[in-house]
């Protein structure tokens, strides 16, 4: 196995996989912001036997984001079916956390927090539902990291 950025050869496995993890059948063109030319996002992707087995995106905000830092949002995690609860997932998180560390990154996904918190508010105003419109944040420790 092998852990590398996209490559642009690369890119129509990596949006099967999407597709096959999402249940969806997107047309390529629609990824064209992730397009692995594009320096605001990287993908990795976790190769075995040159398939494409799991993927992460990282979205690099190098702005000032809600904590005045630098911050990577995470999103579109990805592993075949047939390779899931292997460890795959950890390994990509723990690729994103040692790149955050070398490139300065103070925050992973403080962003994507604040997103849900508008997301609820909205649809508690569309809505007017009574319902409990929260999420926990789950931190781990840095003796685990």
């Known amino acids: 196995m092998v852990i590398e950025k996209l490559k642009k050869e690369d890119f129509v496995k990596y949006k099967e996989l999407i597709d096959e993890a999402f249940d969806t059948n997107t047309d390529i063109n629609s990824y064209s912001k992730y397009n692995p030319e594009n320096e605001s996002y990287e993908i990795v992707v976790i190769k075995e036997n040159e398939d494409i087995i799991a993927t992460l995106t990282m979205y690099k905000l190098n ?27 950890k390994l990509l998180i723990d ?20 997103r849900i918190r508008r997301a609820g508010a909205k649809i508690k105003e569309e809505t007017n539902a009574d319902i409990d419109y929260g999420f926990r944040v789950y931190k781990v420790d840095s003796s685990n990291m």
């Open 95 to 114: 690729y994103v956390k040692e790149y955050a560390k070398k490139n300065g990154y103070k925050t992973i996904c403080d962003i994507g927090e604040e």
């Open 63 to 89: 702005l000032f984001t809600f904590s005045f830092q630098p911050t990577i949002e995470l999103f579109n995690v990805a592993v075949k079916k047939e390779f899931k609860r292997k460890g795959l997932g």
